[in-house]
């Protein structure tokens, strides 16, 4: 007799159920990428109105991803204590909340308050959408619908981009980029309410009730042929900890299962995600440094992150034909190097364009296998909490970066060693898993419960 696991990982897709899932999940995701970008256009504009220095200036993105860190674990550890459907409703409620407190902000250092606190709710949509959308996901399709979730990034990147240029004339232009994300994401957050649990998570919480509710709903909305399952017994109780403590423990179960693959895990997320973040929050202020007026430079970022919609959709493809490990170790060194070549081209602008569109078009096949990757390198009692540990450790490192770039590497080095020494790094991290983690492609997704270290020492919490 099949599990309820393996009745929902067999499902037909249909874009009327689980599509439904995928769009309402990518469009959070998107919010993301569009609040990430929105620093970069930020940062210029604050500059005039509150007279930064350069330090300062890094600080707007700092504020931003470091409240992203923060994030990123307290909702991973809610998506896994408390369930997936609480954390995806609430992560956009407060990010709306304080994003419009942001808008009206008096000074900098008010600004930056908010900024941090938008972070917080805005953190948790990556992991917990991730978790949600893989969970009911088909397991043959799993790959391509994870890294296709990535289309959602550019596309919010690219409409930050837009809205950044046509509203640049505008007196008090900063407030209103700021202002113009809340309604949409007010009503994202409504529709998000009428999303069921996860059954995968209610299956391995042990409320069989609600899990069979869930998965008979599924079965009869895809037509699938309905046939008896066995649901697993509710795990002991294991006497797990509430509260903010509950972060630590999901932290320990993280790394208890196994060393080698979160350590695998966390350096990829932070070499690739910090030559992403530093592109993404300077290239305004590289450009405007050559010569370029404030909607020229803006139009060329936003240029950059349009034509990564075509790297996410060949990454979609790639993944499940020559496997995650390969899609990740090639592009992501390759796009590493796209920048070396823009900043070594700068003096002709035609030919730095150029190597801008190929670093924003490979960066875009390296993300989305990279969260799709991560997400099935964990178990379910820990998939949000292993993701999220990973987005949060990338987010505090990058949420530094953009200050350290531009107050000490970039006037230190120049524009082409500093990114060199990150495309050197980033050659050390694909190099670590190739030898470090286990390729997932079509693999059950609790698979990754077996390639835990210790074996048998595995927390009973994470075997369960």
């Known amino acids: 007799m099949k599990t309820g696991n393996e009745i929902v990982q067999e499902l037909p897709w249909k874009w009327g159920v689980q599509g439904k899932i995928f769009i309402i999940g990518g469009l959070g995701y998107m919010f993301d990428a569009w609040d990430v970008a929105l620093n970069g256009f930020l940062t210029p504009l604050l500059a005039k109105d509150f007279g930064l220095t350069v330090g300062e200036k890094g600080l707007v993105a700092t504020a931003n991803l470091v409240g992203m860190a923060v994030g990123a674990v307290a909702w991973g550890t809610v998506a896994d204590r408390l369930g997936r459907k609480r954390a995806f409703s609430l992560t956009l409620l407060v990010f709306a909340l304080f994003s419009v407190l942001g808008a009206l902000s008096p000074g900098y250092g008010v600004f930056l308050a908010f900024r941090f606190l938008a972070g917080v709710g805005l953190g948790g949509c990556i992991p917990v959408d991730y978790a949600l959308v893989g969970e009911f996901s088909p397991s043959r399709l799993r790959g391509k619908i994870l890294s296709a979730m990535d289309v959602w990034w550019p596309i919010g990147a690219t409409l930050c981009g837009l809205v950044a240029t046509l509203l640049e004339p505008a007196d008090g232009n900063w407030r209103w980029m700021l202002t113009i994300m809340i309604l949409p994401a007010l ?19 042990g409320r069989e009730r609600e899990a069979r509710a869930v998965i008979d709903d599924l079965v009869a909305r895809t037509g699938a042929p309905v046939q008896p399952y066995s649901v697993a017994a509710p795990p ?29 895990a966390w350096l990829l997320f932070v070499v690739v995600m910090t030559v992403y973040y530093v592109a993404l929050t300077w290239m305004p202020t590289i450009l405007k440094d050559e010569g370029y007026s404030d909607v020229a430079a803006f139009g060329k970022t936003t240029l950059m992150t349009g034509v990564g919609v075509l790297g996410v959709l060949l990454s979609a493809w790639l993944v499940e034909v020559v496997g995650r490990k390969w899609v990740i170790g090639a592009s992501a060194p390759l796009a590493a190097a796209a920048l070396v070549a823009f900043a ?15 670093f924003g078009f490979l960066i875009q096949l390296a993300v989305p296998v990279l969260y799709a990757y991560v997400s099935e390198l964990y178990p379910t009692p820990i998939r949000a909490s292993g993701f999220g540990w990973a987005s949060s450790v990338s987010r505090a490192v990058t949420g530094f970066v953009p200050y350290i770039f531009g107050s000490l590497l970039r006037p230190a080095f120049g524009l082409t060693l500093t990114f060199t020494l990150l495309a050197a790094v980033t050659l050390a991290a694909v190099l670590w898993m190739a030898v470090g983690a286990p390729e997932t492609k079509g693999r059950e997704l609790d698979g990754a419960a077996e390639t835990g270290d210790a074996g048998a020492g595995t927390p009973a919490e994470v075997r369960a």
């Open 187 to 205: 009503l994202l957050f409504w529709v998000r309410r009428g999303i069921p649990e996860s059954p995968i998570y209610l299956v391995r919480t």
């Open 236 to 264: 002991a109780a294991d006497g797990r900890r509430r509260g903010p403590r509950a972060a630590y423990d999901q932290l320990r179960l993280v790394w208890s299962f196994s060393p080698r693959v979160t350590s695998v």
């Open 344 to 358: 070594a081209a700068l003096d002709v602008q035609t030919a730095a364009l150029v190597w801008l569109g190929v």
